[in-house]
């Protein structure tokens, strides 16, 4: 296969400015590091201050590499904004060379969609175990007197919209009770007639 000579831009955003920048040149010397790709030139941008107070920076490479599957794992490993591919005009694959192509992109794909599913799995839990600790803390916070929507909130540092969503849900759990715009902690006997009455 004929050598794929390619323009490439990578784009970093975060924050502070120093990790931005950090970044962006760390994946530039990690590319300019791997034998498969040849780095014929690059413009690395300075760092500029966005509106939402986050960095952002950018570079363009030009590369050359021999095998298109080189070219799908540079696509893969650093998420380029934009590919031009310069040369070959065309290319031409036979058999063997697109099941080459295909595999090792299947390979790439399930890896990503496997860090995709552990990253899920995490996120579930964490969501879980906060919903728990809330739960608990808003319950301990109840034990002291009623509250109102607007005092929790701002007793949890959780939104005003979002708050209402979660003492809802802990109702539905016959956990808390609400009466005049507060809300009281169920108490013990009240739990436990209300499970009896559900079994009933």
Known sequence: ????????????????????????????????????????????????????????????????TKELAFLTRFCLEYMPSAVEIIAPK????????????????????????L?????????????????????????LLLTQKPLTAEQLSKLTGVQFDLIGDFLDAMIDRNQIDLEQDTYHLKKKEDVQNGVKRETD
């Not at 065309?90 to 969609?113: A, I, P, Y």
């Not at 579930?124 to 919903?131: C, E, K």
């Open 1 to 64: 296969m004929e050598t794929i000579h390619f323009r490439a831009v990578i784009e970093v955003l975060g924050k502070p400015q120093k990790h931005v920048e950090d970044s962006l040149n760390g994946y530039i010397k990690k590319i300019t590091e791997q034998p498969a790709f040849e780095v014929l030139s690059k413009e690395i941008a300075a760092a500029a201050e966005q509106d939402n107070e986050l960095w952002a920076t950018h570079a363009e490479l030009e590369i050359k």
């Open 90 to 113: 065309s290319l031409t694959l036979d058999e063997s060379e697109l099941t080459n192509f295909l595999s090792d992109l299947q390979v790439k794909l399930h890896g990503v969609d």
């Open 115 to 139: 860090v995709a599913k552990q990253a899920k799995m995490q996120a579930d839990t964490y969501r879980s175990n906060l919903g728990n600790l809330m739960s608990n803390y808003i319950k």
